[in-house]
């Protein structure tokens, strides 16, 4: 299970997010203040951090994270909303939420941050198919096969994965699996999407593994 | 004193006086060269016998004493002027209209004078060249006249001589220096302008924090003083903006802590209603713990909204236009709010095409700030709907997104527009980036426009 650094110097709201994530099977080390913060770093998956801390602040603290280690996600957990705090936050940190928040957010918001930075390995149910988001083995459960994609389908799909229950825009998906800038009118993305659909949907007239949000993107939920 | 030599009302003294100075010199040093000149020219007459007045008088008396005299006498009258004025001649016409006498007369005389031509020979010689004086010989009219002529060049001075030979080099003696003075004036002007140029280009020149910088001083006369100032205000205006800057800041660092400090203990309201939901609980109970957890999310909501109006009453929100994607803004602001309206269960409606211009000027922290205040309104207020449509329409004016719901709509807020803090924020950006809104709502429903003017 993924073990989690968590750095929070209010003792109720510290140990009642750490009680929480800990009830969701996750493994938590909290801490009060960033210092000897170097021993854990080895042995955590993601780290979520307060930025009013005592000592060094939560921006500092995630900095020096990022520069030691670099495919570490780090969440920013902050009463500070100013634009200005979400900006420095996200110039280093891969996700930033405000206080006050519900646990399911934040558990969801780990989630994502997890499996986009691969230190999830749990295996993927989504309707009919079996994903190992590691190896992207997909599983038919109807047919006990395997579904192979190729080139751009593949990363597609793993783009998809990677960015679980988030709905993806389009020119979100030609970009981050292109890497070039989408153009208006563009149908190649379309043509990959039904291609990955005749493959992995048991109805591909009637998707739901890919699901349509109408006029707005795509989405893979779990 | 100093001060007053280097103004340019000093130097422009020093022109004007010059070229007064130097119109004078010009006379004097002329008035001089004029005088030695005619020095070397000999007069032929005293002033006394050049004098017009006196010869016609004598002349006239002269004739007078003449009466019944010969011809010997009239010749020896002729004989002792000629002593006087040898540039002189003169003749005499009897009461017959003949010519009797006459000395040295070098145009033709008729001999016959009739009294046409005598009439004739009395208009021409009128105030003319040569001078001319006709007296009556004796006491009346019946005993002819005499004639006495002189060319009137010889009763000029010597001064006059010269005027005549070198007036045309003291006019255009005078027309140079007038020119001289016009042309320095010229080039006095010329060099002002040319500065007054310069110190305008300077002035307008813009640091990278949009202050004007300061201007080199290379004189000290009045367009120096006025660099001076200039340079003067610069570093006032650079020092009010600092001062600004930090208060900003302040302020700023103010509103964030503040935010902080009244959203932990939210917090751990949170923490305590979630920890109860837990347990067992009647439903009346449950539904209380579900009221608090909404107001918490909706006073969280407050702060937020009420710490962005104080920045932006005050306008230390900042605000940094860029060319945007505004279809994309808004697409992607609606994928992470359709899951919220999702479970809401919401039937969410997007109809996004494209304009002609899909890039508008905006501030994307500003857009998306505005979509998040509508769309969590729509969340919270027309949430009996469960409905929400998104769409842009274009016109020949203008092109604007639409967001419809069928909520109860905003009972009183279209007559009081922007009485919601939220939508006093909407107001404010939206007006700020220089687009409009409008407003449209009743009983089953609100519509709402952003509207950016072509």
């Given amino acids: 299970m993924a073990r989690i650094l968590y750095i929070e110097d209010e003792m109720e709201i510290g140990s009642w997010v750490a009680e929480d994530l800990t009830s969701r099977g996750y493994e938590v080390t909290w801490r009060q203040s960033g210092e000897n913060l170097e021993h ?31 495919n570490l996600p780090i969440l920013m957990l902050s009463a500070r909303t100013a634009v200005e705090d979400k900006i420095e936050g996200l110039s280093f940190a891969d996700d930033y939420l405000t206080k006050p928040f519900h646990p399911e957010e934040l558990a969801a918001r780990i989630e994502v ?20 988001p590691k190896t992207m083995l997909i599983i038919n459960q109807n047919t006990d096969e395997e579904i192979l994609l190729t080139g751009k389908q593949f990363y597609l799909f793993q783009y998809f994965i990677r960015h679980l229950n988030q709905i993806l825009t389009k020119e979100q998906l030609y970009e981050g699996v292109w890497g070039e800038k989408y153009m208006d009118g563009d149908k190649t993305l379309m043509v990959h999407i039904r291609y990955l659909r005749e493959k992995l949907e048991e109805n591909p007239a009637k998707p739901v593994i890919i699901e349509t949000i109408r006029g707005i993107g795509y989405r893979v939920k779990i | ?39 070397g020219i000999d007069e032929t007459y005293s002033s006394d016998e050049a004098d017009y007045e006196a010869i016609e008088k004598q002349w006239h008396e002269e004739g007078k004493q003449l009466q019944g005299a010969t011809v010997q006498e009239v010749q020896q009258l002729f004989e002792e002027w000629k002593d006087k004025y040898a540039d002189a001649s003169m003749f005499w016409v009897n009461q017959d209209g003949d010519l009797v006498t006459q000395l040295d007369v070098t145009e033709e005389l008729p001999a016959e004078w009739t009294p046409e031509y005598t009439a004739r020979f009395i208009k021409e010689r009128y105030d003319g060249d040569p001078f001319t004086v006709i007296a009556f010989v004796g006491n009346d009219e019946s005993n002819g006249f005499i004639v006495f002529e002189i060319p009137r060049e010889v009763f000029k001075t010597p001064l006059e001589m010269t005027y005549d030979k070198f007036g045309a080099v003291l006019l255009i003696g005078s027309i140079i220096i007038i020119f001289l003075f016009i042309f320095l004036s010229f080039l006095f002007f010329k060099g002002i302008r040319k500065r007054l140029l310069h110190l305008q280009e300077a002035m307008e020149i813009r640091d990278v924090d949009g202050l004007p910088v300061q201007i080199e001083v290379n004189k000290q006369d009045e367009i120096g003083r006025l660099q001076q100032a200039f340079n003067q205000m610069v570093d006032e205006l650079r020092e009010s903006k600092l001062r600004e800057q930090e208060e900003e800041q302040l302020r700023k660092e103010l509103i964030a802590n503040l935010s902080h400090d009244l959203r932990t ?46 920045l932006l009453m005050a306008s230390k929100y900042k605000l940094d236009l860029e060319e945007r994607d505004v279809i994309r803004s808004v697409r992607e602001s609606l994928a992470t709010w359709y899951p919220a309206f999702e479970k809401e269960g919401f039937t969410v409606e997007v109809e996004i095409g494209t304009f002609k211009h899909n890039n508008w000027l905006v501030d994307p922290i500003w857009f998306n700030r505005i979509l998040d205040n509508l769309l969590q309104n729509v969340l919270r207020h027309a949430n009996s709907g469960k409905y929400l449509a998104v769409k842009t329409e274009s016109t020949a004016q203008y092109d604007a997104f639409i967001m419809q719901d069928k909520g109860n709509g905003m009972k009183g807020i279209t007559e009081k527009k922007g009485a919601g803090i939220g939508l006093s924020i909407v107001d404010m950006m939206v007006k700020g980036m220089e687009m409009d809104w409008e407003i449209h709502s009743n009983d089953h429903g609100t519509m709402i426009k952003i509207i950016k003017w072509k």
């Fill in chain 1, 113 to 132: 941050l997890l499996r986009r930075f691969q230190k999830n390995e749990d295996i993927l149910e989504i309707g009919h198919l079996k994903i190992d």
């Fill in chain 1, 40 to 70: 854990y770093l080895k042995d955590i998956d993601i780290a979520v951090l307060d930025v009013m801390l005592p000592g060094l602040d939560g921006f500092s603290l995630g900095k020096r994270i990022k520069r030691e280690v670099d």
């Fill in chain 2, 1 to 39: 004193m100093m001060r007053l030599f280097r103004s340019l009302l000093a130097k422009y003294m020093m022109i004007i006086i010059l070229a007064i100075f130097l119109m004078q010199l010009v006379y004097l040093i002329l008035a001089v060269f004029v005088f030695s000149l005619s020095k």
């Fill in chain 2, 265 to 310: 203990p939210l917090t751990k309201i949170n923490a305590q209603i979630y920890e109860l939901e837990k347990a067992d609980m009647p439903a009346s109970t449950a539904n209380s713990l579900t009221v608090m957890e909404r107001s918490i999310a909706d006073i969280d909501k407050l702060i937020e909204n009420l710490m962005s109006y104080t």
